[in-house]
T-cell receptor, first 109, second 115 residues
Framework: RKEVEQDPGPFNVPEGATVAFNCTYSNSASQSFFWYRQDCRKEPKLLMSVYSSGNEDGRFTAQLNRASQYISLLIRDSKLSDSATYLCVVNPYGNKLVFGAGTILRVKS | DTGVSQNPRHKITKRGQNVTFRCDPISEHNRLYWYRQTLGQGPEFLTYFQNEAQLEKSRLLSDRFSAERPKGSFSTLEIQRTEQGDSAMYLC?????????????FGQGTRLTVV
C-alpha cells in the first residue's frame, strides 16, 4: 500500500463549482499534513497546512480525519486559475515529507 | 535571499556519464530534501538532511546516487553511470524545524535528460 494515495482525476468542473479532493495515508502516527499546488512544469508551492481542527483560507477548506486516516481539500467557487495539480503531503515520522501522486483539476469556462 | 536555488536548470547527458546537481537552500533552513519527479507523478522522496547529517535515504535509491551537504549549507546530488530511466526532474526543498507544520520551499528543479 502506498504511504499517500490520491485520486489522480482529472476533475473537470465549470467555473463557480465546488470540488473536493480526498487523500488517504497509511501511517497512523503521521504528524503533519499539507496541500501543495503544482502548475504545469513548475515547482510545488504550499497551498495550506492541514490542522486537526480543520482550517479555511478564503475559498479553500482543509480537513483532517485521523480516525479514517484521510485529509480533504474543498474548493468553493472554482476559478479558471485554480486549474493545477493538487498534491497531498504527509509527514509520517521524523521530518520526512511524502507526496501523493497528485490530483489534476481543470476548471472550464 | 530569493529562495531555493538549483543549478543547472537543464542537463542533457549521455548514458553512462556522471552528473552532479547543486541546491542552495534558504539560508536559515536547516532541513534540505531531494525529490525526483516524472511526468504524471508526484515528487518521489530521495533523501533528506538535517544540517550536514543525511538522516534518511530512500530504499528505492540505487548505489549510483549519492548526496552530500558539507557544512550544512548547499547540497549536491550526484548520479553515477546514468541510465535512461534516470531522466526526470530533480527537485530540492528546504524548511526550518522551528515548528511541526513549517512549509517546505522548493527550487525550480533540474531537468535531467539521459540520451
Amino acid at each position: 500500500r502506498k504511504e499517500v494515495e490520491q485520486d489522480p482525476g482529472p476533475f473537470n468542473v465549470p467555473e463557480g463549482a465546488t470540488v473536493a479532493f480526498n487523500c488517504t495515508y497509511s501511517n497512523s502516527a503521521s504528524q503533519s499534513f499539507f496541500w501543495y499546488r503544482q502548475d504545469c512544469r513548475k515547482e510545488p508551492k504550499l497551498l495550506m497546512s492541514v490542522y486537526s481542527s480543520g482550517n479555511e483560507d478564503g475559498r479553500f477548506t482543509a480537513q483532517l480525519n485521523r480516525a479514517s486516516q484521510y485529509i480533504s481539500l474543498l474548493i468553493r467557487d472554482s476559478k479558471l486559475s485554480d486549474s493545477a495539480t493538487y498534491l497531498c503531503v504527509v509527514n509520517p515520522y521524523g521530518n520526512k515529507l511524502v507526496f501523493g501522486a497528485g490530483t489534476i483539476l481543470r476548471v472550464k469556462s | 535571499d530569493t529562495g531555493v536555488s538549483q543549478n543547472p536548470r537543464h542537463k542533457i547527458t549521455k548514458r553512462g556519464q556522471n552528473v552532479t546537481f547543486r541546491c542552495d537552500p534558504i539560508s536559515e533552513h536547516n532541513r534540505l530534501y531531494w525529490y525526483r519527479q516524472t511526468l504524471g507523478q508526484g515528487p518521489e522522496f530521495l533523501t533528506y538532511f538535517q544540517n550536514e547529517a543525511q538522516l534518511e535515504k530512500s530504499r528505492l535509491l540505487s548505489d549510483r546516487f549519492s548526496a552530500e551537504r558539507p557544512k550544512g549549507s548547499f547540497s549536491t546530488l550526484e548520479i553515477q553511470r546514468t541510465e535512461q530511466g534516470d531522466s526526470a526532474m530533480y527537485l530540492c526543498a528546504s524548511r526550518t524545524d522551528r515548528e511541526v507544520n513549517t512549509e517546505a520551499f522548493f527550487g525550480q528543479g533540474t531537468r535531467l535528460t539521459v540520451v
